[in-house]
């Protein structure tokens, strides 16, 4: 793709650079494909951002136990509150390459978000997707570098921490499945092309390859993959991020079946059906799935790329990881919408008190990842306190907001809230809801 005025050097065609990571990669011994470098940390303020339109290195950003090197691309266009894409290189490559062979960067000057380009600095320039350090929240090497990345930026930008997203191709599409697990709270969603399942690559004895993993022989059931992203971060409840899986059926590098095996997992984790909701063929060769739901944001979205091998990336493939993303458009990407819904509310009063329980049903076929319901409180009543959501403000039109154990709603489920409020005369409940800006049936 030709470079765009702004960029210091000519961009080398994707295909060369991939092609030149696989010849490099066929030289590695058989312990090489994950991990990361360091630089220690401290938050820069505002007045020290990095100039735009350019890719820039942060040089103190974090906390940065495994030595990696910040990259980062700010377009002139930034929009107030942007989106973050955290892009993750292969194999041998760097955040410079990764930079220069994707078109992520041209795409933020349309849209106005933010990319960070995470860089390895260790010999096989591969990320660190096998320790257990890795594999935990906060446990060390990678991960933890990436979030203070993440976090520099959301800092030093007022960048949207709703919309923070990892997308990464081989050893970074390994690291998208690893920071999805690791950090559910942070992601909103990730894309990732020609990867393995979190977990898939673990190791315990210090080295960074897995074979049966990249031969695609280790296979599990989905609550088997399930549970090796729920034990990343114990005790989590609150909404997952969707997941976006992308593979060449002839991949020779990680094999085919990890496609399957990212279904499994990302499907059991965000409760839904591994019996697609839609199929369809957006090109000769591909077939998508998409699970959970029939929209371009999905819970997950799968593409298998008939005859294709593991250099499956292609120039204009972004542009449709920006569409799940929700990122297509300028300005915040809106919530997914259910297709239906349900709210009860039950009302008991006082003399200038009354409780309201309210119970939300998602009547939908597609799950609820992360909602607010929305309703006016009848004239003289006044929120006092509240349980199950955060209520903002207490008076007039109000806005229930999930919490972090009940962000989810599979379709058919419900989930109960309530509040407590005063009022002059009037304790009815209120007489018409909706969620995420959906308009609910009452009962």
Not at 248 to 265: A, C, H, M, S
Not at 298 to 307: D, H, M, N, R, Y
Request: glycine residues 12%; contains cysteine; neutral net charge.
């Amino acid at each position: 793709m030709p470079a765009t005025p702004h960029h210091r050097t000519a961009r080398r065609p994707l295909r060369s650079v991939l092609l030149a990571f696989l010849a490099a990669l066929l030289t590695l011994p058989a312990g090489t494909l994950v991990t990361a470098p360091a630089a220690a940390a401290r938050g820069l303020v505002r007045e020290a951002a990095v100039p735009a339109a350019t890719l820039t290195e942060v040089a103190d950003f974090g906390t940065n136990p495994s030595n990696l090197r910040m990259y980062l691309y700010v377009p002139e266009s930034v929009t107030p509150n942007p989106a973050v894409i955290v892009a993750v290189h292969w194999c041998t490559g760097s955040g410079p390459d990764m930079y220069n062979g994707t078109e992520y960067d041209t795409l933020a000057d349309r849209y106005g978000f933010i990319v960070l380009y995470p860089s390895v600095t260790r010999s096989s320039k591969c990320f660190d997707v096998s320790s257990p350090q890795a594999l935990r929240r906060g446990g060390g090497s990678d991960p933890v570098g990436i979030k203070s990345m993440i976090d520099w930026v959301t800092r030093t930008y007022d960048a949207d921490t709703g919309r923070v997203f990892a997308t990464g191709i081989s050893s970074g599409a390994m690291m998208t499945n690893v920071l999805l697990g690791d950090y559910p709270d942070v992601f909103a969603a990730g894309a990732a092309f020609s990867g393995v399942p979190f977990g898939c690559f673990a190791t315990t004895d210090g080295s960074e390859w897995n074979s049966a993993c990249s031969g695609g022989t280790l296979t599990r059931t989905p609550k088997e993959w399930g549970d090796l992203v729920r034990n990343a971060y114990p005790g989590y409840t609150g909404p997952r991020p969707r997941m976006q899986i992308w593979h060449g059926t002839q991949d020779d590098v990680l094999r085919y079946p990890n496609f399957g095996e990212q279904i499994k997992q990302w499907t059991n984790v965000q409760g839904v059906s591994q019996t697609p909701a839609a199929t369809d063929t957006p090109q000769s060769g591909w077939t998508r799935t998409r699970y959970g739901g029939t929209g371009d944001r999905a819970p997950v979205e799968a593409v298998s790329l008939q005859g294709v091998g593991h250099n499956l990336y292609a120039q204009g493939m972004a542009s449709r990881v920006l569409t799940f993303f929700g990122l297509d458009r300028p300005g915040p990407a809106p919530q997914p919408q259910p297709g239906a819904c349900k709210v009860t509310a039950a009302v008991n009063a006082w003399n200038t008190g009354l409780t309201t329980s309210v119970t939300i049903t998602n009547t939908a076929t597609t799950a609820v990842n992360g909602w607010k319901l929305g309703f006016t409180l009848p004239a003289g009543q006044t929120v006092t306190g509240g349980w199950g959501a955060t209520y903002t403000p207490t008076s007039g039109s109000v806005t229930a907001a999930n919490v972090s154990y009940n962000g989810t709603i599979a379709p058919g489920a419900s989930v109960s809230i309530g509040y407590q409020a005063s009022h002059s005369g009037n304790s009815a409940a209120p007489s018409a809801f909706t969620l995420n800006g959906t308009a609910c049936a009452t009962g």
